[in-house]
């Protein structure tokens, strides 16, 4: 028995715009006096994109009852506040509440979260391609483009006719075009796989012939009916309970005996008749019910049977036909490169709109205003994935990358500039993952990319979607994680190109009034408690992680969504301030849907959290009242370093606050991850600490110090707290030089949009790349940045009149001294274990750029049975001032 449930995807037009039968993320509702099968009761097609069955998820942590606490990391860190445990359970309550009103739209979280398989542009079975968007505000839509010479009339979506629905979603079909002298398929199963797998089918074999194999082959007798309409199942389980001419209205049903009286007696008269190709069924009626509401069951011993069969999927396979097979018959509605805007016509006019969904996007440009482009490749153009997934790391080493300045040239660099010469960089500096900035399209090239226009599209001014593609393979080919960074903390106020006023009015993704606009960055606010605008988020995530393998998000400026104030208030650190009047629950309920949903369905997804006010419970589990994330950014510490290298003169700098700001909350600190500079310290207006330190250098000592102070950061930075680290492309050998984009105020120069490659062949700036790659072997042989108890450090010393800091993790010893002019010929460190220590990394070293003021044969030291530093055992150890070593456990001596 092969039916319709196996072959039409459950994002079909034909299952959504059925007025009489809606079917609503694969629940069919029949006339309510009727309880029969649901759409999940049978076996179904393989979703588009997966080709593999899909199951209903089980429900995630926050809904497990021998797991939860809503407010358990509280007592977990001796957090006693009742106003915020109060607050987490009422959030529970709330995010409860939350999915059971998704889950009456949608079938699942899962479904929740798949609107790009959809809404926008996609191929459907019928040969056409679907357009569907939202659009509440909207009388009609159509689309406009060189598909059909920019008509607002020819393809359009008119209330009556593939109008929108109960929710505002508007549908638009344009049919593919038979070509001359070819004949159409016989059977309408005769689907093509437009999506994966090009070339997979074409066997040959008529349809009528696989149906046949399948009945021969796999369904038992009593099973082998071919089911040719999704509602023919119930309808005949309708006729035979009541007989051909059954009751059609309730008047008709008084004027005969009551339901089980007649099915009793259809029971009775077909007793002995030949078994039925329908299922075994039984009725059960509700007498104490006044309306005599009955619902069909079949017999629970052939649901088991059933269920436990694995789907006919490869019989299904067999009727379908490669792209190739397709595009030899028909001339696509959509062709490959059509350039398309969606038209609305409104209660305010007309209005032109970059499609919400579209996948790719020519932003305005030379006056001409945007367009998006159907992006479909031939089969032989289409990227083909050849690596896997990189196993997730227990320590993250992050390259920070923005594409468009990768380049030597002062131009936009591409993708795949970016795959050929930048990548093999990262893996031999010792990284093991990417984070890309600046790759969703935005229109104005020098918001960096913050300011994003278009969720669902990479940005055209680097590359076509297959180029990135490639760049991600190719990364994951490396053995580098892809993470990107994605902001949905607010987004482009561009009314023609984004999603500000996009069906005419204020409010249809934004909240309107005040709170819908940034008060400080000229940006648009999500409402996230719409289910629309959810639905639209939580796909745009799946979507990258589908579409284009992604294996990550770094979350940007999370303060932003989370107050209504925008992050932009001071915090004392009063607990009641993560819980006031100001802060946006919806935007912490979307939140924490982020993180069950995306690691359920990627199991290996990092997720990590920018947020300047260190909102309690960012990396806890969800069922214990957290957020989720697997890291969390510690803001300070960078924010630190640049105040003390611009502000504070060198022998000022306190060490216990330096320990006390990089070492954080030290309950989370194993998920915390630290960076000297991100991209903010050397962009538009910003200063590298390569600039600071050596811009104005002209002597052989501020070069030293500029030198010596630069490794030390880093070192302190990378080791002292966390097990994530960030660095920004082009610091880790002491770029000089700001990034600067293009921009009125410097009349649109890219001469520092750049990177200075070259600078990798000077003296200084080798001996600045070579340490940094030999600081990151730390991690590689030895796993200093592991996460868990093994992974937190241990601090022995910081002393602020000697300016010494000690601390130990892992194997190692790190002793800093930031004195700008006092020496130690043996200064005295606690230590854990007692034997010989032996330095595997000293700042000072001549191939690092310094001056080799320890000897050789001090690089080994033996512990002293001395108590120091609340530490039985000590090194009394050589210290030359701006320096720092890195000891490593040698030999364990017995005491």
Known sequence: MISLFSSIPINSPLLTTNSAAHSTGGRVFLPSKCKCFAADQQPQAPRNKSQKPRQKPPPPDSDRKDALDPAGFLSKHGITNKAFAQFLRERYKALKDLKEELLKQYYDLQEMVSGFELLGMHRNVQHRVDYMDWAPGARYCSLVGDINGWSPTKDCAREGYLGHDDFGYWFVILEDKLKDGEEPDDVFFQQYNYIDDYDKGDSGVKVEEVFQKANEEYWEPGEDRF?????????????????????????????????????????????????????????????????????????????????????????????????????????????????????????????????????????????????????????????KWKHKHPSKPKSLRIYECHVGISGVEPRVSTFNEFTENVLVHVKEAGYNAIQLIGVLEHKDYFTVGYRVTNFFAVSSRYGTPEDFKRLVDEAHGLGLLVLLDIVHSYAAADEMVGLSFYDGSNDCYFHSGKRGHHKFWGTRMFKYGDHDVLHFLLSNLNWWMVEYQIDGFYFHSLSSMMYTHNGFATFTGDVEEYCNQYVDNDALLYLILVNEILHFLHPNVLTIAEDATFYPGLCEPTSQGGLGFDYFVNLSASELWLSLLENVPDHEWSMSKLVSTLVGDKCNVDRMLLYAENHNQSISGGRSFADILFGSANTEVALLRGSSLHKMIRLMTFTIGGSAYLNFMGNEFGHPKRVEFPMPSNNFSYSLANRCWELLEDELHKKLFAFDKDMMKLDIKDRVLLRGSRGLPNIHHVDDTTMVISYSRGPYVFVFNFHPTNSYERYSIGVEEAGEYQITLNSDDEIYGGQGLIDRDQYSQRTISRKTDGARYCLDVPLPSRTSQVYKLTRILRV
């Not at 969606?342 to 020519?362: C, D, H, K, Q, S």
């Open 227 to 383: 089911i040719k309409s999704r509602y023919e199942l119930a309808a005949k389980l309708y006729e035979q309970i009541f007989g051909p001419n059954g009751p059609q209205t309730e008047e008709e049903m008084e004027e005969i005996p009551d339901p089980m009286t007649r099915y009793m007696a259809w029971k009775e008269e077909h007793k002995d008749d030949p078994p039925s190709n329908l299922p075994p069924c039984d009725v059960i009626i509700d007498e104490d019910n006044e309306d005599d509401e009955f619902e069909i069951v079949t017999d629970p011993a052939w649901r088991e049977k059933f269920k436990n069969k694995k789907p006919p999927i490869p019989y299904w396979l067999e009727t379908r036909k490669g792209r190739k097979a397709w595009l030899k018959k028909y001339i696509p509605g959509m062709p490959h490169g059509s350039k398309y805007r969606v038209y609305f016509n409104t209660p305010m006019g007309p209005l032109e709109r970059i499609p919400a969904w579209a996948t790719y996007v020519i932003p305005e440009a030379d006056g001409n205003q945007s367009y998006a482009v159907h992006w479909e490749p031939s089969p032989e153009s289409a990227y």
